[in-house]
């Protein structure tokens, strides 16, 4: 059947003004007891969720394009992922992949290895989350290599453990009173076509005047920034880094932990680039919002010996299991889905921006997309206000959305989503935009 003899979707539905009185409820006892680090950027409070449709607990129902901050991949509930979980769960729930061995665990680390891109053959340590993965790394990159100093990029995230903060430049208070942080770590300027620059330049002033390149261990970049702001970067300087490395034995890693599993169209966003990273990093939507990473590296650089790394639940069985349910799905359905409805994203934003001229830029690859606000086009200046009252507006209507950046909302829905999410999404900001007469 096709979507148009299809009966129209019951969301976005909003019955009662959120947060409604059951997610009030929810949203007072968290307010009471839990950390007041979370951030909580809407009062939403989920009760389910089906394809990229979630219902908060007083029976709400919203089009999500935020997918969990690009987590759940397959959408909320994709039957083959829960069957997958369900059966692993009922098998057994835990043996510690670090000292034994189970079918999901080995298969998973063969599945990565030869999705991994390039030609080389590569080797799959599993953790439970993206900054475990590049705490990993960061330890990989310096045992191999024998050296320690590291590069990453301004506007970088990843992550919230100590290396990930050290290497992260996205936000300030991520690091502030957190330290002594690592030492012999860079931040460079990343690539951004829309707003200029010459990161090239200002790598090579680092290596002039500061810093020997031979004392470079590795290289971490996003090969989309996230966090930062959704930026595609010049092909040509994810190619300089590749070059850089080569020429003087570092590492070269992607950090795909958002970028990663199908979200770009692609399995990696990397091979947009056609670079090979040494080390790839992956989290995220890799379990479709099971805890699991994955540091996938060349087998000439997994040198690391017996004991010298491990982690108790990392691989964890269930974990594993709708890792390869999501793998399954995603090369299924979901890889030729994102660049399906990413165009169609993109056709539909490409219309936003002629009618709104609030909006400076769209830019993305696939179903990673990100929309950049700004006060006046000439001068680009950010508009972090309106994509605040946006995202608020956007909720009240039926639409999830994130901002990321100075003034940037990222569009990283469920690979899963349809045309009539797409453009009853695209409606809402529409008409938010339209009230706030921008
Ligand atoms: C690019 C990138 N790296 C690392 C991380 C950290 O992942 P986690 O929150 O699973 O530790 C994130 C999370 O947002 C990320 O976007």
Redesign the pocket.
Known sequence: MTQKTMTKPDYPRIRVAPPGPKASKIIAQDKDWSSPSYIKALPLAIAGGKGAMVEDADGNRYIDFMAG?AVSSTGYNHPKVVAAVQEAAGKFLHICGTDFYYDSMSRLCERLGRLAPGRSKYRVFLSN????A?EGAVKLARSHTKKSHLISFQGA????TYA?ITLGASKVKYRAGFGPLLPEVSHLPYSNPYRGGDPIAAAKELFERTLSPKEVAAVFM?PVL??GGYVVPDPEFVRWWRGFCDEHGALLVF?E??SGVGRTGKWWACEHFGVEPDIL?S??GLGSGMPI?AIVAKESVMTWGRGTHGSTFGGNPVACAAALATLDVIEAEGLSNARKMGDRLFKGLASLKAEHPCIGDVRGLGLMIGVEFVKDRKTKEPDARLVEELEEKAFRKGLLLLSCGKSTIRIAPPLVLTEYDVDAGLAIMDECLTELGR
């Open positions: 901050i989350s993206g900054t475990e590049v995230f990843h992550g919230r990930a996003e996230g966090e950090d932990i958002q990093l989290a995220k990473g």
